[in-house]
Nanobody, 115 residues
Framework: QVQLVESGGGLVQAGGSLRLSCVLS????????MGWYRQAPGKQRDMVAI???????NYADSVKGRFTISRDNAKNTVYLQMNSLKPEDTAVYYC?????????WGQGTQVTVSS
């Protein structure tokens, strides 16, 4: 059974940094497209960053140059390094394995950026 567990969220001031982690079990991060999504209150869940099986990375325009997705195959973990955080980055962040349509989701981790 595939499971994802996120960690690393919290409260940070604008301009600060956080690193989110997503540990995958039941599969390997190297065999699936892995991604981070976020959902703010009253809004839809949007893609933040994706890393393909080949290692190709894609980012939402709003986070380009500030966020970096990476994976550690040995630890079966995907990371999201978030720098220069803004209040509009406040959301629940979800890790995904296998795509947003029929993939697997973690339980989410709250990121709150204060101004």
């Amino acid at each position: 059974q595939v499971q994802l567990v996120e960690s690393g969220g919290g409260l940070v001031q604008a301009g600060g940094s956080l690193r989110l982690s997503c540990v995958l079990s039941g599969s390997t991060v190297s065999s699936k497209t892995m991604g981070w999504y976020r959902q703010a209150p009253g809004k839809q869940r949007d893609m933040v960053a994706i890393i393909s099986i080949s290692g190709l990375k894609n980012y939402a325009d709003s986070v380009k140059g500030r966020f970096t997705i990476s994976r550690d195959n040995a630890k079966n973990t995907v990371y999201l390094q978030m720098n220069s955080l803004k209040p509009e980055d406040t959301a629940v962040y979800y890790c995904n394995a296998g795509g947003s349509y029929n993939g697997y989701w973690g339980q989410g981790t709250q990121v709150t950026v204060s101004s």
